[in-house]
């Protein structure tokens, strides 16, 4: 692998230490481009990145399509982490959960003909809170000794979960949203994870554009409706941070988006930033992030950006 690699969890694979997330190439952030996705994705492999990410439900399909073809020829090169569970409505409304054993091994066979594989490198499920997660991670645990899933993960979960979890089978990777503008994974999740030897694949290390400038509007992008940190006041409290960060990044001679992914990357070996590039200019933006900053880098980098500044939660909002 030439790209840089960090060991998933204490006892998983070798990935690269940054991996692509792929969800924003389907739909939620604007306009989409399939070529240039198909681009990009084969610009990351190229470049030496194996850890993609993608989810059943997003573009309700076309995702898994997606990354099937890029990685067509290709797909010893990659590592997949899937996540599964999330129902969506024909209009595409989200309309609840089902991680269920069948609906995991259901979900698992329709991802695996999408995706033109015998096997999901990494499979995550949620939290279905009508469903005990010791039998949903059982379920996983069976499929992994099938041979139809490598490693079992989960995501946006708490840490009396990841315990209980952890017990039934073991799990490689919790995905969790961390970052700058996200820290709150610090409270309990990150300790449990770092005590049972769980790695971390963070997502939403942009702060969902935030970081990099975007107001999250536009034609098919659903940020500045379905999050709070993009409306209003806000916003407003919200891009003085980002040009805060700016200021420092410019010093350091590094973007604001290389300063925010830096500092993840810095969080510790056993935190895997997911960065959701659509083009090729993008990715190759990301992936230029320093490795290792200076203490004082970190600190001047985590200063423009305060954790309790940041106005408006991270979860979506219900309308």
């Known amino acids: ?5 960090r060991v998933l969890g204490c006892s ?13 190439m389907s739909e939620f952030y604007g306009h989409t481009d399939r070529n240039a996705s198909l681009r990009t994705i084969a610009a990351a492999l190229e470049a030496g990145v194996n850890l993609f ?46 991680a269920r054993p069948a ?13 033109a594989t015998d096997h999901v490198d990494l499979y995550m499920t949620g939290l279905d809170t009508a469903v005990p997660i010791e039998d949903t991670v059982g379920a996983l645990g069976e499929l ?25 089978h073991p799990i490689t990777a919790v995905q969790f949203e961390y970052g700058l503008m996200s820290r709150d994974m610090e409270d309990s999740v990150l300790p449990v994870c770092r005590e049972l030897g ?9 702060g969902r554009g935030l970081l990099t400038g975007s107001k999250g509007s ?26 805060a960060l700016a200021k420092v990044a410019r010093s350091e001679g590094i973007t604001a988006a290389q300063a925010a992914i830096s500092w993840v990357l810095s969080q510790g070996k056993d935190i895997i930033p997911l960065i959701g590039a659509r083009t090729e200019q993008r990715l190759a933006e990301a992936l230029a992030s320093p490795m290792h900053l200076s203490e004082d880098s970190l600190a001047a980098i985590e200063a423009a ?10 979860f979506m909002v219900r309308h």
């Not at 993960?153 to 039934?168: E, F, K, M, S």
């Not at 769980?198 to 942009?206: K, P, Q, S």
């Not at 536009?218 to 409306?231: E, M, N, P, V, W």
């Open 1 to 5: 692998m030439g790209f840089p690699a």
């Open 12 to 24: 998983g694979p070798a990935v690269s230490a940054i991996g692509l997330g792929c969800m924003g």
């Open 53 to 98: 990410d993608t989810g059943d439900f997003y573009g309700m399909g076309t995702n898994e399509l997606l990354l099937s073809e890029a990685l067509r020829g290709k797909r010893d090169n990659a590592f997949i982490q899937v996540k599964f569970g999330a129902m969506r409505g024909p209009d595409g409304a989200f309309i609840g959960m089902d």
């Open 103 to 115: 609906a995991a091994r259901n979900s698992l066979s329709y991802s695996l003909k999408r995706l």
């Open 144 to 168: 992994v000794r099938q041979g139809y899933v490598r490693y079992v993960g989960l995501t946006n979960t708490d840490a009396d979960t990841i315990r209980r979890a952890h017990a039934v």
């Open 198 to 206: 769980i790695g971390i694949t963070a997502y939403g290390v942009l």
């Open 218 to 243: 536009g034609d098919g992008d659903f940020r500045s409706t379905l999050y709070a940190r993009f409306q209003g006041d806000n916003l407003t409290n919200n891009q003085r941070l980002v040009e």
């Open 305 to 314: 950006v305060p954790a309790d500044a940041v106005q408006g939660d991270r």
